[in-house]
C-alpha cells in the first residue's frame, strides 16, 4: 500500500501552484485543509483524486467537472502554444521505496475540451496492465473518496474495487455510497468462506465496537446487525439506522462504506470471480481496529456532526484506522483544533494547511497545529475572519476605533458626543475578550477612555 508525501498542484482551476509537503513526516500523515467557501478546498481534494486513477479513470472524473479546468491565467507552451494543468503526486509504499504520478491536463483547441496524460518516472514507466497493476492492483494504491453531498444515502452495491468508483462521490454529489448492511454482510460472509465461522460472532462484536467509537456512544449502547437491518440501542431504545439523526447515520455508512472498498480491493482477482475467489475477510485486532491502509478523502468532514463530535472525530478515525492516511477538508475550528490531539509535539500525525486568496490566485499555507487555541481564535487565524461577532456589533467597534484613533485634543465634541453613544450601544460587550492582537490593543484604548469618564 502507498501513502502520499507530496502533492503538487501547477493551474490547476483557482492555482498557479499550490503545494502540500509532509516529506518530511511520518509515510501516512494525514491532511486537514482549512478555508473559507469557494476557495478552491474542494478542487484540491479532487486532484489528488483524479492524481491518484488511471488515465482513463482521472479523464472521465474530470468530464464531470463543470468549466475549464486549466486556470485561465495559464501560460502557453510547446509547439502549438497549449495552455496544461498538472498534478504531480509523490509517494511511498510500504518498503518505503518512492513513487510518482504525474497527470497533465491539456487544452485541446480543435475540440474544444481539455485532455488527460499521465507520465511515470523512468524506472516506474511500464506497459498496460502491469502499469495499472502496481499502481491499482491487489497490492497497490488503496484509495476511496467522499464529498460534501449528503452522506446518509447508501444503496450502492459494487462487486469490485475499482478506484474511480471509489471516489466518486467527490465529484458527482448525489453518488451514493455502498450499502451498509450488505457492507457487514460481507465481512461476515468473508469470514464464514474462510471457514472460520465460529469467529462470526466476535467480528459482529468488532465492528459493533467500531462504530461505537467513532460515533462516541456510551459504553451501554449497542450497534446489531439483525435479519432486517441495522440497529443502534441506546437507552433502552433500539432504532434503524435510518431512524437515526443524519450525523450517525452518515458516520456509521461512511465507515461501513471504508471497509468494504477495502475487502473487495484485498480480494482482488483479475481471474477468478464470484464462488471461485478465495475470499479473506479483512483482519480486525482485539480493539476492533481493521488492518486497513491506504488513503481516505473526505471533503467537509464536519458534515452533521455536533461541536462535541467535530472536535474528537478526526482523533477518533485515527484510533480506529491507525494505517489511514485521511485527506480532509473543514469549515469547522473545531476540527482543526481537534488536530492537536493526534500526536505529541513534533510526532505529529497530522499536518494543517489553510487557503488564503491574494488577488486572483489562491495560495497553500502549512500552519501550526493549534494547540491551546480557542475556536474563535482559530476562526481568525485559520479561517480569515476579522471577528466572530455579530455583524452590527463589528461595524460599532470599526467606527469607535476609528474615532478613537484621532487624539484626544483633536476631537470634535460631535465626535467626543458619539464616542460615548456607542459605548452605550455595546454595553454588552467585554473588552477583555479581545480576540486578535489588533483588538487587544484597541481594548486597552477603550478601557482608558472608560476609566477617564468616571
Known amino acids: 500500500m502507498m501513502y502520499i508525501t507530496k502533492v503538487r498542484l501547477e493551474d490547476v482551476r483557482c492555482f498557479e501552484e499550490a503545494v502540500i509537503d509532509l516529506s518530511e513526516h511520518e509515510p501516512g500523515t494525514s491532511v486537514l485543509i482549512a478555508g473559507n467557501n469557494g476557495i478552491g478546498k474542494s478542487a484540491i481534494l479532487r486532484a489528488i483524486a483524479m492524481g491518484l486513477c488511471d488515465r482513463d479513470s482521472a479523464a472521465s472524473l474530470l468530464r464531470?467537472?463543470?468549466?475549464?479546468?486549466?486556470?485561465?491565467?495559464?501560460?502557453?507552451?510547446?509547439?502549438?502554444?497549449?495552455?496544461?494543468?498538472?498534478?504531480?503526486?509523490?509517494?511511498?509504499?510500504?518498503?518505503?521505496?518512492?513513487?510518482k504520478i504525474k497527470t497533465t491536463v491539456t487544452e485541446w483547441k480543435e475540440f474544444i475540451i481539455e485532455r488527460v496524460e499521465q507520465e511515470y518516472p523512468p524506472r516506474r514507466r511500464t506497459e498496460g496492465f502491469e502499469t495499472f497493476y502496481?499502481?491499482?492492483?491487489?497490492?497497490?494504491?488503496?484509495?476511496?473518496?467522499y464529498g460534501a453531498g449528503l452522506r446518509t444515502e447508501a444503496n450502492a452495491k459494487f462487486v469490485d474495487?475499482?478506484?474511480?468508483?471509489?471516489?466518486?462521490?467527490?465529484?458527482?454529489?448525489?453518488?451514493?455510497?455502498?450499502?451498509?448492511?450488505?457492507?457487514?454482510?460481507?465481512?461476515i460472509a468473508a469470514v464464514q468462506k474462510a471457514g472460520r465461522s465460529r469467529s462470526v460472532p466476535s467480528v459482529n462484536r468488532k465492528i459493533s465496537?467500531?462504530?461505537?467509537?467513532?460515533?462516541?456512544?456510551?459504553?451501554?449502547a449497542e450497534i446489531r446487525l439483525e435479519p432486517n437491518g441495522i440497529f443502534i440501542k441506546e437507552k433502552n431504545e433500539l432504532i434503524t439506522l435510518d431512524a437515526m439523526g443524519d450525523g450517525h447515520k452518515s458516520l456509521v455508512k461512511l465507515t461501513l462504506d471504508i471497509l468494504v472498498w477495502y475487502l473487495l480491493k484485498m480480494n482482488y482477482d483479475e481471474e477468478a470471480k464470484g464462488e471461485?475467489?478465495?475470499?479473506?475477510?479483512?483482519?480486525?485486532?482485539?480493539?476492533?481496529?481493521?488492518?486497513?491502509?491506504?488513503?481516505?478523502?473526505?471533503?467537509?468532514?464536519?458534515?452533521?456532526?455536533?461541536?462535541?463530535?467535530?472536535?474528537?472525530?478526526?482523533?477518533?478515525?485515527?484510533d480506529k484506522f491507525p494505517k489511514v492516511q485521511f485527506i480532509v477538508t473543514t469549515h469547522s475550528p473545531l476540527c482543526v483544533s481537534g488536530t492537536a490531539d493526534l500526536g505529541e509535539k513534533g510526532k505529529e500525525r497530522c499536518?494543517?494547511?489553510?487557503?488564503?486568496?491574494?488577488?486572483?490566485?489562491?495560495?497553500?499555507?502549512?500552519?501550526?497545529?493549534?494547540?491551546?487555541?480557542r475556536a474563535d481564535q482559530i476562526l481568525l487565524d485559520y479561517f480569515e475572519l476579522k471577528t466572530t461577532l455579530n455583524l452590527s456589533t463589528e461595524e460599532k467597534l470599526a467606527e469607535l476605533e476609528r474615532l478613537m484613533s484621532i487624539p484626544e485634543k483633536k476631537?470634535?465634541?460631535?465626535?467626543?458626543?458619539?464616542?460615548?453613544?456607542?459605548?452605550?450601544?455595546?454595553?454588552?460587550?467585554?473588552?477583555?475578550?479581545?480576540?486578535?492582537?489588533?483588538?487587544?490593543?484597541?481594548?486597552?484604548?477603550?478601557?482608558?477612555?472608560?476609566?477617564s469618564q468616571d
Open 351 to 373: 499536518r494543517v494547511f489553510s487557503l488564503g486568496r491574494e488577488n486572483d490566485n489562491v495560495t497553500v499555507y502549512p500552519r501550526e497545529i493549534p494547540r491551546g487555541l
Open 209 to 220: 465496537n467500531l462504530l461505537k467509537h467513532v460515533l462516541n456512544l456510551d459504553d451501554e
Open 161 to 187: 474495487y475499482f478506484a474511480p468508483d471509489a471516489v466518486y462521490s467527490l465529484f458527482k454529489y448525489d453518488a451514493p455510497l455502498q450499502d451498509p448492511e450488505t457492507a457487514w454482510r460481507r465481512q
Open 64 to 99: 464531470e467537472l463543470e468549466g475549464d479546468y486549466i486556470r485561465k491565467q495559464a501560460k502557453k507552451s510547446g509547439e502549438k502554444g497549449e495552455k496544461r494543468a498538472t498534478i504531480e503526486i509523490d509517494l511511498v509504499d510500504e518498503k518505503h521505496e518512492p513513487w
Open 134 to 145: 502496481h499502481f491499482w492492483g491487489k497490492e497497490g494504491l488503496f484509495v476511496t473518496a
Open 411 to 451: 476631537r470634535s465634541t460631535t465626535e467626543k458626543g458619539k464616542i460615548t453613544q456607542l459605548l452605550k450601544e455595546i454595553e454588552g460587550y467585554d473588552f477583555s475578550l479581545a480576540e486578535s492582537l489588533h483588538d487587544r490593543k484597541f481594548q486597552k484604548q477603550a478601557i482608558e477612555f472608560l476609566r
Open 276 to 318: 471461485e475467489r478465495n475470499w479473506q475477510p479483512i483482519p480486525m485486532d482485539r480493539d476492533g481496529r481493521p488492518d486497513v491502509r491506504g488513503i481516505v478523502i473526505i471533503d467537509e468532514i464536519e458534515q452533521h456532526l455536533h461541536p462535541k463530535l467535530q472536535r474528537q472525530i478526526l482523533r477518533r478515525f485515527r
